[in-house]
């Protein structure tokens, strides 16, 4: 028997009479005559040699073939929209939007940079950038209300496609008059009793440092909570104690404010981070040539 032919027009006629119910309603939306739509229809039952459609209380119903037929068209026309969709952003040069979520750590350092890099290469594109937690990021590409995500590669990321991005580097931040200013590095355990200030109680940063303190059989003496790293460096610079915080992010303060930066140096102490996305081929091109230009910029080190 001859495969059936499954065009696209018939694939739409066929999900719009399933969904109406209806074979006239289902003609009218899709600008034929009633007749033009049995008659595609008939053929494919035809070809397969069973019923796809039954008449049953609340109008024309899908049959176990025709319920199999169903889910399969619409991941086929889905299919071929994001193709077209696709192909059309060749045709008129990168376009289109992109959501991303990304981590505190991450928007603090250098994303912004690499992302208006790419805006002004690709001026038609538009990006919209939300601060969210590590699991929050995860779950919004997962379920399809991100289309890309960056965040530290502590997080489970089974499932998604992710590629390296930057790395950062946590160092201990104190006034330049401390005196362990001068040191080249320093162990974590050596600088526990000195830490003052708290960063995002409950983040990933804040959770590492007190899973990696409770390996030593100690816990962190933070007398000072802030939300933000731009706080965590101004409570610094007041004279109020040191914190741990990543190079990356507070070295434009560090001149300003007249603070010393000294790396930690447990291996733990350098974090990578991720551009992930769903890894079901279902990302558009621009949130590709996206995540494929953060990759390259951080490779280069721009």
């Given at each position: ?49 069973a019923p796809l ?29 994001r193709m077209h ?218």
């Amino acid at each position: 028997m001859a495969a059936p032919d499954f065009d696209p027009v018939t694939l739409r006629l066929f999900v719009a009479v399933c969904e109406e119910g209806n074979i006239a309603r289902a003609a009218a939306r899709e600008a034929l005559v009633a007749s033009a739509v049995s008659k595609r229809i008939a053929a494919v039952e035809a070809q397969i040699g069973a019923p796809l459609l039954v008449r049953g209380r609340r109008g024309i119903e899908p049959t176990a073939a025709g319920q199999a037929l169903l889910r399969q068209a619409r991941q086929v026309l889905d299919v071929m929209a994001r193709m077209h969709a696709e192909l059309s952003e060749f045709a008129t040069g990168v376009q289109g939007s992109v959501r991303i979520v990304a981590a505190p750590s991450v928007l603090a350092e250098r994303l912004g940079e690499d992302i208006g890099l790419f805006l002004s290469a690709h001026p038609a594109v538009r990006v919209s950038l939300d601060e969210r937690t590590s699991p929050e990021i995860v779950r919004a590409v997962r379920e399809g209300a991100a289309d890309m995500g960056v965040l530290w590669d502590a997080t489970d990321l089974t499932g998604l496609a992710a590629t390296r991005y930057r790395t950062d580097h946590l160092c201990l931040v104190m006034a330049s008059n401390h005196r362990w200013a001068k040191r080249r590095r320093i162990a974590f355990a050596d600088a526990l009793d000195e830490l003052t200030v708290s960063v995002a109680p409950g983040g990933m940063m804040d959770v590492m440092l007190r899973r990696e303190a409770a390996r030593i059989g100690r816990s962190p003496g933070w007398r000072i909570q802030v939300s933000g790293m731009d706080a965590a460096a101004r409570i610094v610079a007041a004279g109020l104690g040191p914190c741990i915080l990543p190079r990356e992010a507070v070295e434009g303060h560090a001149v300003a404010a007249a603070l010393a930066l000294v790396p930690l140096s447990d291996a733990w102490a350098e974090r990578h981070f991720r551009v992930i996305t769903r890894a079901d081929g279902s990302a558009a091109a621009t949130t590709r040539q996206l995540a494929q230009h953060l990759a390259a910029s951080a490779r280069l080190g721009r």
